[in-house]
């Protein structure tokens, strides 16, 4: 596993890069991109000059993010063993936005499998696609005091909706979540965990505030306490 960041654990690498907050992020990202574009692509320069200096040799290289698969992809042929590169699909864009971030799309809904599988039929692409669904099983090990826990993020309803993520319009459309939960009953309370950068994140909070009240909480946690907030919650929900 090659990671930005963290303790190297066994089998882990950290390859330490600009981070998206960081000035040269922030400065490059007026020009092109965003944020997000900038930290994945400083990411994958770096990790295809580890590869080369190193001479590491991987017959596949599993990519999540589509800066990091695309550039990786375009580079392949300079890594030891021209490794084949799968990216994982989890939200929703035209298959033509990422063809060129691979050689073997793993999807993770049918809807974008049954795309990618018709536009490589329809272009008789050289391409693999598969579906494997998505899931993670993460089981809460602690014996929480959930009554507590609601009480210290002032959840005063019986049930909760908890959706993480970062806060935004764009590729987490935190915006149409709220929207929606805005028909529930008043006995749910719905908790958004994430950071809302910029004034696109804040609309989005001001959204939650204006459509439930008190029942909307926003929470900016730490790694070590976010299993708490998965303790309290009845649903999850990802709309991206």
Known sequence: LFK??????????VLKVPYRSDFLCQFLAKYRGDLLYWEYLFFALRFISYCIIRRKKFKTIAVIEPMASKTIYKFRKLLPGSPKIVFTHGVWNHPSDNIMNADVFHEVSIENYNAMKDYIELHKLNKKVVLLPHFLKDEIKENYD????????????????????????????MDYLIEEAATLSNDWTIVVCGAARG???????????????????HLLLPRSEIQKVYAVADVFVLAS
Do not use: Q
Not at 4 to 13: F, T, Y
Not at 147 to 158: D, N, S
């Open 146 to 173: 959930k009554l507590k826990i609601k009480e210290a993020f002032g959840i005063v309803t019986p049930n909760v909706l908890l959706s993480v993520g970062a806060i935004n319009r764009g590729h987490k459309r």
């Open 4 to 13: 930005r960041e963290g303790i190297k654990k066994k089998n882990e690498i």
């Open 199 to 217: 004034k696109d994140g804040e609309e989005v909070l001001k959204l939650g505030k204006e459509k439930l009240g008190k029942r909307f909480i």
